[in-house]
């Protein structure tokens, strides 16, 4: 019976150091894209635009060059960002209470959240929809499919 125990809280503290390293992660790039709003904001810009895209006239009615809308999307992907992490921060802090139900309750709702995002979000959307795989420039895939792939280990 120890030994089961012992693998029990092994568990535990792995889902515990697991959610608090992907909510860290995420309070940190929340925390930059507001403190540094304009970096990412020129990202987003240029993705939805599709400015550095081939141009395909097939795909490029999918573009969206209003800076309005934009920068509304920008604001609703920090606004995402900083309610995940948010919640996978309390999901954190259920785990270390050894509130199990809720802890798994929460960390799944805020690896969902990261997994929309970077998966639907920034891979299906941003690379496919927007065409982003083709640029040399502005291509976050590679992140996206990092965070997206980590953010599914727990």
């Keep these: 019976m120890a030994t089961s125990s012992t693998s ?10 697991l959610t608090a390293t992907i909510a860290l992660y995420m309070a940190l790039v929340a925390f ?9 904001q020129q ?11 081939f141009k395909d006239e097939d795909l490029m009615w ?3 060059t209003s800076t309005g809308l934009q920068d509304t999307a ?11 992490a948010l919640v996978l921060v309390y999901g954190s802090w259920l785990w270390a209470r050894r509130d199990q139900r809720r802890a798994r309750q ?10 929309l995002l970077f998966g639907a979000g920034f891979i ?13 420039s502005w291509n976050g895939l590679e992140a996206a499919t990092r965070v ?4 599914g280990s727990c």
Excluded: C, P
């Design 124 to 136: 299906a959307i941003g690379g496919e929809w927007f065409s982003m795989w083709q640029s040399k």
């Design 62 to 64: 999918r573009a969206i």
């Design 148 to 151: 997206f792939l980590f953010s």
């Design 74 to 84: 920008y604001v609703l992907i920090i606004a995402w960002e900083t309610v995940a």
């Design 43 to 53: 990202f987003v810009r240029h993705v939805l635009a599709m400015d550095t895209t």
């Design 32 to 40: 930059g894209n507001i403190t540094d709003f304009g970096t990412n």
């Design 106 to 115: 929460f960390s799944t709702y805020g690896l969902l959240m990261v997994m």
């Design 8 to 17: 029990r809280g092994a568990l535990s503290l792995a889902a515990t150091v």
